[in-house]
Nanobody
Framework: EVQLAESGGGLVQAGGSLKLSCAVS????????IGWWHQVPGKDSEGVSC????????YYSDAVKGRFTISSDSAENTVYLQMNNLKPEDTGVYYC????????????????????????WGNGTLVTVSS
């Protein structure tokens, strides 16, 4: 059984940092592209970042580029999201997901705007950024 378990969310002031973890079991990180979705109530979820299991290539949304860093530890079978310079608009539930993260657009691979291609999901961790 494949399981993704997020941790690390919490309350932080604007400008602060958090590090999210996604512990993966049932598959190895090499098997999938894994990343993070940001969900705000009443809005469509947004893919924030992902890391390819085969070669470690990373991708970021424009909203977090330069502030967030995704990484993985194969020994721990865990994917991390280091979130720096947090903004109130980063508030929401962050879900770890594995599956079809990338789509080919205008000659390059970019984050898939649809969450429907994800195969496995965690239960989410709440991040609240106060102004």
């Amino acid at each position: 059984e494949v399981q993704l378990a997020e941790s690390g969310g919490g309350l932080v002031q604007a400008g602060g940092s958090l590090k999210l973890s996604c512990a993966v079991s049932g598959v190895t990180l090499d098997d999938y592209t894994i990343g993070w979705w940001h969900q705000v109530p009443g809005k469509d979820s947004e893919g924030v970042s992902c890391i390819k299991g085969d070669d470690g290539t990373t991708y970021y949304s424009d909203a977090v580029k330069g502030r967030f860093t995704i990484s993985s530890d194969s020994a721990e079978n865990t994917v991390y999201l280091q979130m720096n310079n947090l903004k109130p608009e980063d508030t929401g539930v962050y879900y770890c997901a594995a599956g079809g993260w990338l789509t080919y657009y205008n000659g390059a691979y970019v984050l898939n705007p649809s969450s429907h291609d994800m195969r496995y999901w965690g239960n989410g961790t709440l991040v609240t950024v106060s102004s």
